[in-house]
């Protein structure tokens, strides 16, 4: 069964720091990968997805299947980047549900 | 569009009771899909339709149901509500099935007591 690990639970950054939110998937085939955000009191929405390799709100993020990795990076991290992010992994085939991580909470501090 | 809606807000119920939760999808889109969010944890997928039709299920007991509508929104049903239904639960809309993005409601809070 495919699993997404975000091994930190917590992360607190300051203003200007980098950040790496970490995520790792156990499939073998090509997974679609996917970050979710959540600010404080908004709905889950969309931040970037590895099939468009876009750069959204300055976090970029990079496949890497030798490592199984989707880690989300950043350069210099804002105060409004304070949110729950959630890694998550679709697979083809009939059944195109999203697996989630447990999450990562980002503090960016003043 | 107000994007995704659904109601109830919140809910209380007790154990055994049973309880309907309901989902509008942004308009034009076809495809939903429900997700249970338990305190603490990433949201865990329980079913996904499109045009009427169940097209994926996850690992959820019998107790929970759903269905789709002509006009596609969705209501989802659970049965003789365990403490542990207690959860956020979300509803997503996208145009189809493949790999369309999922917009996601604000979710309905049920607490079973």
């Known amino acids: 069964a495919q699993r997404v690990t975000q091994p930190e639970k917590l992360l607190s950054v300051f203003k200007g720091a980098p950040v790496e939110l970490k995520c790792n998937y156990s499939y073998s085939g090509s997974p679609e990968l996917f970050w979710y955000v959540q600010y404080s009191r908004q709905r889950l929405q969309l931040l970037l997805r590895?099939?468009s390799r876009e750069s959204i709100k300055g976090f970029t993020a990079d496949l890497n299947k030798g490592e199984t990795s989707f880690h989300l990076k950043k350069p210099f991290a804002q105060e409004e980047d304070s949110a729950m992010y959630y890694c998550?992994?679709?697979?083809?085939?009939?059944?195109?549900?999203?697996?989630f991580g447990k999450g990562t909470l980002l503090t960016v501090n003043p | 569009d107000a994007g995704v809606t659904q109601s109830p807000t919140h809910l209380i119920k007790t154990r055994g009771q049973q309880v309907t939760l309901r989902c509008s999808p942004i308009?034009?889109?076809?495809?939903v899909s429900w997700y249970q969010q338990v305190l603490g944890q990433g949201p865990q997928f329980i079913f996904q339709?499109?045009?009427?039709?169940?097209?994926g299920r996850g690992n959820f007991p019998d107790r929970f149901s759903a269905r789709q509508f002509p006009n596609y929104s969705s209501e989802l049903n659970v049965n003789a509500l365990l403490l542990g239904d207690s959860a956020l639960y979300l509803c997503a809309s996208s145009l189809g099935m493949g790999n369309n993005e999922q917009f996601f409601g604000p979710g309905t809070r049920l607490t079973v007591l």
């Open positions: 998550a992994s679709i697979t083809g085939g009939s059944n195109y549900k999203l697996t």
């Open positions: 339709y499109y045009e009427k039709e169940e097209r």
């Open positions: 590895h099939i």
């Open positions: 308009s034009g889109h076809k495809s």
